[in-house]
């Protein structure tokens, strides 16, 4: 593939998270989490008229360039798909939008809460 010629933003959104566990003496949480990013490849372009108007695609993650982007303290991520093959959309405009379901452990401050909420 060819180099990109700028900087990629990245969109890092987390619009479904569930608290699922916190394990206070270790000072760790667990959530689920739907993991969403979303960026502008310059090198997926295509002109939808050339091909029948087709403006997306679905194609395996392993076809395209991934950000390597983690929350900072975390301690474990596990991706919830147990499909073989996991997939990312692709837009003629370039734009790869690609969500996974994970879990994700964290470290986290906790103060104990000894006489019930402060």
Do not use: H
Request: aromatic content about 8%.
């Amino acid at each position: 593939m060819p180099p990109v010629k700028d900087a990629i933003n990245i969109i890092m959104n987390m619009p479904t998270m569930m608290l699922i566990n916190v394990l206070e003496n270790e000072r760790l949480a667990q959530f689920i989490v739907a993991d969403l990013k979303t960026w502008i490849d310059d090198r997926l372009q295509w002109n939808p008229e050339s091909f029948g108007n087709q403006t997306s695609i679905v194609i395996p993650e392993d076809d395209v360039w991934l950000p390597s982007i983690v929350i900072y303290n975390t301690i474990e991520f596990k991706v919830l798909i147990i499909d073989e093959v996991r997939t990312v959309k692709v837009e003629s405009c370039g734009r790869v939008t690609w969500n996974l379901p994970v879990t994700i452990t964290t470290t986290c401050n906790l103060q104990p809460m000894l006489n019930g909420w402060r």
